[in-house]
């Protein structure tokens, strides 16, 4: 494993700025995810430190070796993609060991990493099968296996998980944060998905427009966004942002307040407003509610509770956790 450092990055297509100028630190042994909405940047910037695309300007350094220039095959990597790109005429074991028989390293060490790899992935009754043979969720740890059994310095996921349905998905975030803990590896993972980030991450980067909104542990983002578009992104369902007259008693440009952090009444509270869906989850009741003071807002109550759709309710937000963010950038949490 080994720390990625990026310093003064930049990436131009053309006259097109994707990137305009970026640090970032990965920590040794980090598991970091880099996300964001389509064509924030995320995945360009993996593959610069991939070394798939060039870079335009600044420094890409892997265990405090400069590699902006290297060859892929020479900065200690391996890359898993979203497609599986299995040879189905090959084996398992097969899959896994081909890029050890290209490199021409010694069979019995080809034969030692792949059994290892398999038992990490719990690949060992399936070594035999072909692709075609496999689940969803099967083939993309076989592609995994052939980048395990290279031993690099740094992983690196470009949305690994995007083709699998959904409860394969959930499974395989649950395989990946284990498959981490086991290896003690670097790994750098894209996705737009931020139930992936928060569920797998110790270190979010939360990117808009080729630029880093902002970096830190899930938790510290969930409960401390800088910025609207991070309060937004980040937590499902999404922070309500409120602005108009509201915000302008406080002297802020919007506040933030998340779904569970507001409390409901038939009879009272700061503001009124009328059920327009509510969504009966069991564990959860989601309530969707227009208010004339507010716009429209999302309410998370514990449990199953009973309201529909046309219901009057006042919502009171829960002191200590209103985030108003100001004209100025800053952001004060009461």
């Not at 005429?89 to 034969?111: P, S």
């Not at 030692?112 to 993309?140: H, N």
């Amino acid at each position: 494993m080994a720390e990625v450092r990026l310093t003064s990055v930049q990436k131009s297509f053309g006259n097109v700025n994707v990137i305009p100028q970026l640090d970032l630190t990965v920590k040794e042994g980090s598991f970091t995810v880099l996300v964001g909405p389509s064509g924030c940047g995320k995945s360009t910037l993996l593959r610069m430190i991939a070394g798939l695309e060039e870079v335009s300007g600044g420094s890409i350094y892997i265990d405090g070796v400069d590699v902006t220039n290297a060859q892929p095959s020479d900065r200690g990597i391996a890359m898993v993609f979203q497609s599986y790109a299995l040879y189905p005429h090959m084996t398992v074991r097969q899959n896994i060991g081909f890029g050890l028989r290209l490199a021409k390293m010694a069979k019995d060490e080809i034969n030692q990493r792949v059994e290892e790899a398999a038992e990490i992935l719990q690949l060992g009754p399936l070594l035999d099968r072909k692709p075609k043979q496999l689940s969803g969720g099967q083939r993309q740890r076989v592609a995994i296996g052939r980048s395990i059994v290279r031993k690099p310095k740094v992983f690196l996921f470009d949305e690994p998980l995007s083709n699998l349905d959904a409860a394969l998905r959930s499974q395989m975030r649950v395989e990946l944060a284990e498959l981490h803990s086991k290896l003690d590896a670097t790994m750098i993972y894209v996705t737009h998905d931020q139930v992936e980030a928060m569920t797998m991450a110790d270190q979010i980067v939360i990117m808009k427009g080729g630029e880093i909104q902002q970096t830190g542990a899930p938790m510290t983002l969930y409960n401390q966004p800088n910025t609207p578009f991070v309060a937004e992104f980040i937590g499902s369902p999404k922070m309500n942002l409120i602005e108009g007259a509201v915000a302008m008693d406080l002297n802020a440009k919007a506040i933030g307040i998340r779904p569970e952090h507001i409390r409901v009444s038939p009879e009272e509270g700061a503001w009124k407003g009328r059920l327009r869906h509510v969504e009966h989850l069991g564990s959860d009741t989601i309530a969707y509610v227009e208010s004339p003071d507010t716009g429209a807002m999302t309410v998370r109550l514990v449990g199953e509770v009973s309201m529909r759709s046309g219901d009057e309710i006042y919502m009171t937000p829960m002191i200590g956790n209103m985030h108003l963010f100001g004209h100025d950038g800053s952001v004060q949490r009461v």
